[in-house]
């Protein structure tokens, strides 16, 4: 997943830190380095990382790290605070016109997802009550205006086209003029892209820029280029003066340089990532929350908006309280996995889960597919009522017992009772972490 090898390279330089009751300065400068090289590690631009470095020890200093009595969880804080500084801070919200439609223009290289995070955005918007009117301006790419129809036809927006013989902008001004005449609030113009950037694009773009004069002009770059898509976002910025980066393809594992070193370089912020194929996998980007995913604090503001989106609003909190008060028993774990299952890809959410990448990375053999979480319920259903309350019950001949009930092993069996344990260590752990208002640091 997305970030993966980094989130564990900074898990595991904090978990050293953690244990211990006092650190001195040289643990302080050996942890730095050894974040300094998994930043590098993950593509992250070299002057982003040593400005950072800086930043993280000047701060790490200030609060005299070595004298508190949780020093690790001081320096996860800093970190935690500095990374999400690194990505804009707070969420960066799209611009509104003072007078509809709210001009949107889409611009990239080809292949970065243009298409379809138009549509996705799209979608965005007319959940929030909006009605967007996409504009077809790629009269190049052979399928783009195809393609675009089809993701408009399929979230029912409309989409406006004259085809591949007018040119993109007399095609900008008419669509304009088309959302105008419609009451659409939003207008998102589907531009070309090239494979690289070259001046005639650049003065295509520019030319639609002055006719639609928009409220945002949004980068769209492909996560999995890395600092490639850093300098694409420079050059855009240089000659559109963008208003904001959409991230694409999140859901691959790219290595995180991308979204950690953007803001950075470019000064401008991100504002959406996109997440998978499908229309709906486009999100507001919260840098606080990728922050925390990043150094497995979980995303858990996320998970819960997922699940009040899609489930009872009453399970997802007390889901929530659970989690963190760390009173969890197989019934919550079977309860939650059902409930998780409505969210969507596994993958995804188990990420958000606090302690989960980590899991993942430990247990090479725990496969998150659908077909193993059948096996896992069956387990958990063979259990007596007592044993999924209370299951520090399960000696070796119920576990024995719950194997054959289940049509598993004993093995499965086993590696499922360690791994709910695990959980329920990593959410005490979590819990103690935060406290009623969030991380803390300094004295407990
Ligand atoms: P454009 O040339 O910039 O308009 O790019 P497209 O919108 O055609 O997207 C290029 C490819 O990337 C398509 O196959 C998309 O399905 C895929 N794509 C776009 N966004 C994402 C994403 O967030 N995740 C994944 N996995 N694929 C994406």
Known sequence: AAFESLSNRLQNVFSKLKGKGKVSEADVND????????????????????????????????L??????????????????????????????????????TVIMMVGLQGAGKTTTSGKLAKLLQKGNHKPLLVACDIYRPAAIKQLQVLGEQIGAPVFSLGDKTSPVEIAKAGLQHAKDNGNDYIIFDTAGRLHIDEELMDELKRIHEHVKPDEVL?????MTGQDAVNVAQSFHDQLELSGVVLTKLDGDTRGGAALSVKAVTGRPIKFAAMGEKIDSLEPFHPERMASRILGMGDMLSLIEKAQAGIDADKAAEMERKMRTAEFTFDDFLDQMEQVRKLGPLDQIMDMLP??????????????????IGRIEAIVRSMTKEEKQKPELLNHSRRKRVAAGSGTTIVEVNRLIKQFDDMRRMMKQFSSMMGPKGPKGGKK
């Open 31 to 62: 942890a730095m380095r050894e974040v300094r090289l998994a930043l590098l590690e993950a593509d992250v631009n070299f002057k982003v990382v040593k400005d950072f470095i800086a930043k993280v020890k000047e701060k790490a200093i200030g």
């Open 219 to 223: 980068l769209v770059v492909d996560a």
């Open 355 to 372: 302690g989960m990448n980590k899991m993942k990375g430990g247990m090479k053999d725990l496969k998150v597919d659908e077909k193993q």
């Open 64 to 101: 005299d790290v070595s004298k508190s009595f949780t020093p690790g969880m001081v320096i996860i804080d800093i970190v935690n605070k500095e990374l999400t500084e690194l990505m804009g801070g707070t969420q960066a919200k799209l611009a509104k016109a003072n007078k509809p439609p």
